[in-house]
């Protein structure tokens, strides 16, 4: 399985943007990436994943380098909602495994 | 449409008894999956499964067993509970193993005592 690095924790101002790296130096060719977030009190839900090149959707956008080694979430414009842990978590083809790493908790500061 | 539904959402046990927990998903996922995540730690996994009838352990199985006789249901099974099982467990469930997100239950918050 692929290992990750996540800072453990990180501060933005509300309506700034947010950059939130991921290394993940050991991923295969084949394997996507996939980001979650956990808000206070529930169960984890999906923000965003892609393969190779950069993907948009309505809550974020998923920057993935070129060798693949590393990524970034970003969030636009962090709200007080956008506060929780962001996972990262690469799934490794022909395994059904899917770890969680420690993530980043997201603070937003008013 | 519900998702993923877990029962209990809290429960209370004593050291040395057993209980299961519940979860069931309505749509049609091949794969499930039971976490626990201990207070202010990420989501360790316990057991999965692939299918039907198809089971294996994750990272953290000891003192866990589960059981997978039809598509919608994947009860896990405590026997015995100790302290150190006190956590949030969570359910999950998905289509596909690299493509799709995977659905996840509110959790149950269990404390052994």
């Known amino acids: 399985d692929a290992k990750t690095t996540q800072p453990n924790s990180m501060e933005s101002n509300e309506e700034e943007p947010v950059h939130l790296p991921c290394n993940h130096s050991?991923?295969?060719?084949?394997?996507?990436i996939h980001w979650y977030r956990q808000l206070p009190s529930q169960g984890p839900e999906y923000v965003i994943h892609g393969l190779t090149s950069n993907v948009n959707n309505r809550m974020a956008s998923l920057a993935i380098a070129e060798d693949r080694k590393s990524s970034t979430l970003i969030l636009h414009r962090a709200t007080l909602r956008d506060a929780a842990v962001y996972y990262c978590?690469?799934?490794?083809?022909?395994?059904?495994?899917?770890?969680f790493g420690t993530g980043t908790r997201l603070k937003v500061l008013a | 449409n519900a998702g993923v539904t877990q029962t209990p959402k809290f429960r209370i046990l004593k050291i040395g008894q057993s209980m299961t927990l519940q979860c069931a998903q309505d749509m049609n996922h091949n794969y499930m999956y039971w976490y626990r995540q201990d207070p202010g730690m990420g989501l360790k996994l316990i057991y999965y499964?692939?299918?039907?009838?198809?089971?294996d352990k994750g990272e953290v199985p000891n003192g866990y067993n589960v059981s997978r006789s039809t598509t919608e249901d994947f009860p896990l099974r405590l026997e015995l509970a100790a302290p150190s099982q006190t956590s949030v467990y969570f359910c999950a469930s998905r289509q596909q193993p690299s493509l799709d997100e995977a659905f996840f239950g509110q959790g149950t918050r269990l404390t052994v005592v």
């Open positions: 978590i690469p799934t490794t083809s022909g395994t059904y495994k899917y770890i």
């Open positions: 050991t991923i295969s060719g084949t394997d996507y």
């Open positions: 499964s692939v299918g039907a009838g198809i089971t």
